[in-house]
């Protein structure tokens, strides 16, 4: 595997990070309704693991810049834009229409056409 392969695969990574870090930012605003206190996020583990998340994830996307364009790796963060919304289907049960579905594709098509070009 070649050193681009591997920065491309680590940039999925970092997608994956962001947006699972997305859903436990949610999980944290959901225990925040019940304390109603700003500063008990500051205590909440699943907002400290975001964090964390955040910060390693920031830390490989970095490191893949060092190779891969910026407006070549960018795209790969909208890939967020499909796996937030499914994660949250699968995490809080969240529905989402057709239309959703079809940008979805359009986003995924999108990103393998400028890859590939």
């Known amino acids: 595997m070649s050193s681009l392969t591997l920065k491309y695969c680590i940039l999925v990574l970092c997608v994956f990070g962001i947006s699972t870090g997305h859903v436990l930012f949610k999980v944290s605003a ?3 309704k019940t304390s109603n206190s700003l500063l008990s ?20 996307w970095v490191w893949c810049l060092q190779e891969v364009p910026l407006s070549r790796a960018y795209l790969f963060m909208s890939l967020a834009f499909v796996l937030v919304p499914s994660m949250g289907w699968l995490v809080f049960g969240e529905a989402f229409t057709w239309k959703y579905l079809m940008g979805a594709f359009l986003i995924i098509c999108g990103i393998i056409f400028s890859v590939m070009g």
């Open 41 to 60: 996020l500051a205590f909440d583990p699943w907002f400290i693991v975001a964090l964390a998340l955040y910060g390693v994830v920031t830390i490989g």
């Open 30 to 32: 959901n225990a925040m």
